[in-house]
């Protein structure tokens, strides 16, 4: 498991949405795959019918009333949108 | 010297004598900024025209609307949102955003009359633990200008510590309170998850981050602890506890005190010196009427790999939002909507933020996710509980917060031991969510120590009593580095 190719991390940066070079994916693949060993000695430890902790609090749903509330102005919501038409945000084409 | 070498409380005895004004206190920081800014590198941005017309505004306020921290200058961490005031998050990614609405807690800071000075450097997303993974500048410990301020909340403790503002807000996620705080001779509190709204800052890893202060004294921290306290609806893991009165717990008495030290805390890796000035301390305490006895909190060791699948698995969802849209940096040339994804990602993150990146993705991808992620929550779990039981039965643990004191800008900690052992005093803390303070509490070759005091859920109060007792009966929180000297 801890060791990863560079096909692998190829595919994660696909996953992640990161451009990457031949010499990053060969980086990447020596460095996660040192993580990932690291990762390799939680399996020392028996956690049959332990409940995962994703977070501390015993909270469980929080609610509020259903009640409608003022958003923030167009203009506003527009301040850092570098490209931008007709109040809408601009993207390049989405199909080749 | 400056006038920050004074307490909030003696501040307010100078802004009610009429000796100073709000503006002057404003303009000592500016001051400061200008003199020792230079070498120690801390701030990112400034916020000197607004901060110069509101403390103009404060200075009309009657005094008896006025609360304990009114008007006094504070500086704030560059991940947490400014409206109208750049905040980048020491990423290039970032550079140029300009906030639309202010972070829950810059609200409260404005509602206690506080006053912000400017952005405060970091490792870049908060990953890191030496400011040197910030995409800006790397700032230096004013102790010692080659050695590093800790991280990621570095330039938080660092413009502290250098008597630029007399107050500062951090972030810990793993560490990135107490460590610099630590490493820069000034009081750091990581309060308990969900003390503190995080509506407003941006998020790391959301089921670890924490907001805390960093001051001078242990009271200032107090108070300031308590003006950004309680909870909001924007925030729905901010906790609907009590907000108590945190300076009123400042009695001095700890006769009857609880401490355990766990003997993970003090093992192979920490240095001689911090080991030395936490007995010295635990000898203060007891002198005070504390007892301590040795305890273990036996999955310690498993604290490092379960934090970094689990914050880089958090981490590589919430950087998601960076794609260049909406906010901050956007590649150009790029053939289509992917490829502008891809491209202003790559140039906009530096490495350690694309590695962690990178890390979680693996980790939560199918086919990895049980052994990985769900096997690391499980671990939490073991992990939260060796907590709970020795705080069922103490009042506080003890330790040090870091191994050894700061090390030098470049240098790379290569003693495997002291690398763990920097990880082991501090992550676990945030993987079960209980409140930590760090405290001056020694020096070693003139670079600054930090005691760690723990404390159970919500129970600040008591680390705080604690701190101060021990604060009281020492004197290392009134040294000051020479940096200071005819300044």
Redesign the interface.
């Known amino acids: ?1 801890a060791e ?1 190719t560079k096909e ?2 190829k595919h ?2 696909h ?6 070079t031949e010499e990053e994916a060969e980086k ?1 693949a020596l ?2 795959g040192a ?2 060993e ?2 390799e ?3 020392e ?1 028996d ?1 049959t019918n ?8 015993p ?1 469980v749903n ?1 609610l ?1 009333e259903d009640v409608a509330a003022k958003g ?1 102005d167009r203009e ?2 527009m ?5 931008q038409e007709a109040g809408q ?1 601009k ?6 | 010297m400056t006038l920050f070498e004074r307490s909030a409380k003696e501040l307010q005895e100078l802004v009610h004598s009429k000796e100073v004004s709000i503006a002057d206190l404003t303009k000592e920081a500016f001051d400061r900024v200008e003199k020792l800014d230079g070498d120690v590198e801390a701030f990112l941005a400034l916020n000197k025209e607004k901060a110069t017309a509101t403390a103009a505004e404060l200075d009309e306020v009657p005094f008896e609307e006025r609360g304990p921290l009114f008007g006094l200058p504070i500086g704030v961490k560059d991940n947490i949102v400014t409206e109208g005031l750049e905040t980048t998050c020491a990423s290039k990614i970032l550079k140029g ?2 906030p ?2 202010d972070a829950t807690v810059v609200k409260k800071l404005r509602e206690a009359g506080m006053v912000t000075i400017g952005k405060l450097n970091m490792d870049e997303f908060a990953m890191g633990s030496s400011n040197e993974n910030s995409a800006y500048k790397t700032t230096k410990n004013p102790w010692a200008l080659d050695r590093v301020p800790g991280g990621s909340s570095g330039a938080s403790a660092a413009a502290v510590a250098a008597g630029e503002v007399p107050f500062s807000l951090g972030s810990d996620t793993g560490g990135s309170i107490r460590q610099p705080a630590a490493y820069c001779g000034v009081v750091g509190m990581k309060p308990t ?2 003390r503190v709204s995080r509506s407003g800052l941006v998020a790391f890893a959301s ?1 670890l981050d924490q907001i805390g202060p960093i001051t001078r004294n242990v009271e200032d921290n107090a108070l300031l602890l308590e003006a950004i306290s309680g909870v909001d ?1 924007l925030d ?2 901010s ?1 609907d506890v009590e907000v108590p009165n945190f300076a009123a717990a400042l009695t001095g008495d700890i006769k009857g005190l609880r401490i355990a030290v766990p003997k993970e805390y003090l093992g192979e890796g920490v240095g001689e010196a911090a080991r030395e000035s936490v007995h010295a301390a635990l000898k203060v305490l007891e002198s005070l009427g504390a007892t301590w006895e040795e305890v273990s909190l036996p ?1 310690s ?2 604290a ?3 934090y ?2 689990l914050s880089s698995s958090e981490a ?1 969802s919430n950087l ?1 939002r960076f ?6 940096f ?1 590649a150009e040339n ?10 202003t ?2 140039q906009g ?1 530096g490495d350690e933020v ?2 962690r ?3 979680g ?2 980790s939560l ?1 199918a086919g ?1 996710y049980d ?2 992620y ?9 992990i ?1 509980e060796d907590y709970d039981k020795v705080l069922a039965e103490y009042d506080v643990i003890i330790g040090p917060t870091a191994p050894t004191p700061a090390f030098k800008i470049g240098e790379i900690v290569e003693d495997p031991l002291t690398m763990y052992a920097n990880d082991i005093l501090t992550i676990p803390i945030n993987l ?2 209980v409140p930590a303070i760090s405290i001056p509490c020694g020096f070693e070759n003139g670079m600054p120590l930090g005691l760690q005091i723990i404390g159970n ?1 919500f129970d600040e109060s008591t680390i705080y009593r604690v701190a101060h007792a021990y604060e009281q009966a020492t004197d290392f929180h009134k040294q000051t580095p020479q940096i200071w000297e005819g300044k």
């Open positions: 498991m990863l692998e991390v994660v940066a996953l992640a949405r990161l451009a990457i990447f460095q996660l993580i990932t690291f990762a000695q939680l399996k430890l956690t332990v409940e995962p902790t994703t977070h501390v609090l909270l929080v509020r923030l506003t919501m301040l850092n949108v570098k490209e945000v993207v390049p084409a989405i199909m080749d | 955003f300009n639309i609405y998850y969900g089921s609806p729905s893991t906790a999955h060791k498993y490092l790999a379960t970094y699948i590589s998601s794609d260049g849209i909406r906010y901050g956007r790029v053939e289509n909507l992917m490829d502008l994804y891809k491209q990602r790559a993150f694309k590695r990146i990178m890390l993705t693996y991808s990895t052994a990985y769900k096997k690391a929550q499980q671990v939490r779990t073991l939260k079960a969510g859920y």
